[in-house]
């Protein structure tokens, strides 16, 4: 049975057989030193008050590490929403403008390339653990926290490996260590026996001394995905299950004593020829069979949830599987997906699309914009039954299903005096047309006729009715007081200007 604790291919095997014949000398501090760099970043986040326009800039640092290929590994979070990277080698004052050619937000990692003839001569590159380290191992992080200008050390220990959630629905093997690690660590190695054994991506700000670190196996399958050219992301297993713990659960599946497996509670696809069924229970993925909580066991007697076995297990987009249906036994093969589908998706470091008409400004819901609403208005938003809050969470009733939403504020004009400011407010109908996304918006209000344009509200919102000609009237005028140079952004700008004139 192929061994499920690394994901270790023969060529890696070999060349680790051959390291034991050629040893090298290990790394001393001084070559981890200069392998590891300081980023220096000027971002300009979304405005969600103004969504046609950038934040305003600001400067960020984070921590990188030279890897094989003369390429520089960080996490995304560190260059999100970059206008201008920068890197600075240890004990150099020169910053050198770098590029970036690669980045998972779901995995928070990134890969850049800088141009500087010579950088690498002097920094070599640090070679990826090919194991995951053990609980007690000792680590040394390295880094550039604030407080400091100077690379620094601090050591510790791992005290838990999971297999947990990171961003945007995907999931990855996380290392938990005890160590010393503050905002500016972030993309900084965490060395193992002079081998990366992972990336640190966070920290926990209520707990002293804990972090997390993206292992080194997981920067792999970064990279491994990357080498086409194209990020696609993990393969995911689309549904709803549940444990097969409860004594009654069990008897009413069938399931002998030593049988464990997950329930098939929901198999969302709606499709016929979809292959699970409610009441189904997986009982194995491949060749590994699940205990009661989903989990497969790993050599070290590790637990972890099956979902670990994905990238290894997927061919051609399926995933063998054994079931237990009805008490027949059966094997299935599931289609996998890179993206699950979600109402209200994530900018991912994209900034939010808009349309103004008139005083309004319209834009789409996002998980981003939501992070960002105060609790106390969430709540707010929850009681007037608004679908940003009811539905943050579903997946699209329809293809290309968006929530379009008013923003934060309407621009101060006469044409909506005595209308509440209707912040968030998602639109349900436009002169009766059930709105569906942001460009049916646009070709609604487009094509609109009559004197009138009525726009409905989904919950407890006022519905606003308006002079359409007067919209279409105000508009160039708002944004030339507002210095606003288009109404919209540049995915909707065909399809307004095929309006007809009015």
Avoid: C
């Avoid at 097969?244 to 030593?258: A, D, S, W």
């Amino acid at each position: 049975m192929k061994s499920i604790r690394h994901r270790r291919s023969t060529s890696v095997v070999l060349f680790a057989g051959l390291a034991l014949l050629f040893t090298a000398p290990a790394y001393g501090q001084d070559a981890i030193n200069n392998s590891v760099v300081k980023i220096h970043v000027t971002n300009r986040e979304p405005d969600f008050t103004r969504p046609w326009a950038k934040g305003t800039p600001k400067q960020v640092a984070g921590t990188g590490v030279i890897i094989e290929g003369e390429r520089i590994l960080t996490n995304a979070h560190v260059v999100n929403y970059a206008v201008r990277i920068l890197v600075q080698g240890h004990q150099e004052t020169e910053r050198i403008p770098a590029r970036l050619v690669a980045v998972s937000p779901e995995m928070d990692l990134a890969l850049l390339e800088i141009d500087k003839a010579g950088f690498f001569s002097t920094r070599p590159a640090l070679e990826l653990d090919s194991e995951l380290p053990k609980v007690k191992d000792t680590i040394s992080a390295y880094g550039y926290p604030i407080g400091g200008e100077q690379l620094s050390v601090t050591e510790g220990i791992v005290s838990r490996i999971e297999y947990s959630r990171y961003n945007f629905g995907s999931m990855g093997m996380r290392i938990q260590v005890d160590a010393g690690l503050n905002p500016g660590n972030s993309g900084g190695p965490v060395m193992r026996e002079g081998k990366v054994a992972g990336i640190v991506y966070s920290t926990i700000r209520s707990a002293e001394n804990i972090g997390y670190v993206i292992p080194a196996e997981e920067v792999r399958l970064f990279l491994d995905d990357i080498a086409d050219g194209t990020y696609t992301g993990k393969p995911k297993l689309v549904g709803y299950f549940q444990t097969v713990e409860n004594t009654t659960l069990r008897q009413r599946l069938g399931l002998q004593e030593e049988t464990g497996g997950l329930m098939v509670r929901d198999p969302v696809e709606e499709v016929e020829d979809y292959p699970l069924k409610p009441w189904d229970v997986i009982t194995h993925v491949g060749p590994h069979p699940l205990d009661k909580k989903g989990n497969v066991r790993l050599e070290d007697g590790l637990n972890i949830s099956f979902r670990y076995l994905l990238t290894d297990l997927v061919k051609e987009d399926k995933l063998p599987v054994t079931i237990l249906r009805e008490g027949e036994i059966q094997q299935l093969s599931l289609p996998v997906v890179t993206e699950v589908p979600a109402l209200v998706t994530s900018l991912r470091g994209a900034y939010p699309r808009h349309f103004i008409f008139g005083p309004l400004t319209f834009t789409t819901a996002s998980q981003d914009l939501i992070a960002r609403i105060n609790p106390q208005i969430q709540l707010v938003l929850k009681a007037r039954k608004n679908p940003i809050i009811l539905r943050q969470f579903d997946r699209p009733a329809f293809p290309d299903e968006e929530l379009v939403i008013l923003s934060v504020r309407m621009f101060p004009h006469p044409l909506v005096e005595g209308y509440d400011q209707q912040s968030f407010a998602a639109v349900h109908r436009v002169n009766e047309v059930d709105i569906k996304n942001l460009l049916h918006l646009v070709e609604t209000i487009r094509d609109s006729e009559g004197k009138f344009l009525t726009i409905e509200f989904y919950g407890m919102y006022e519905t606003m009715v308006l002079p359409r000609q007067g919209m279409f009237d105000s508009t160039e005028q708002i944004l030339e007081d507002e210095g606003i140079r288009t109404p919209y952004s540049d995915d909707l700008r065909e399809t307004w200007e095929n309006r007809k004139r009015t």
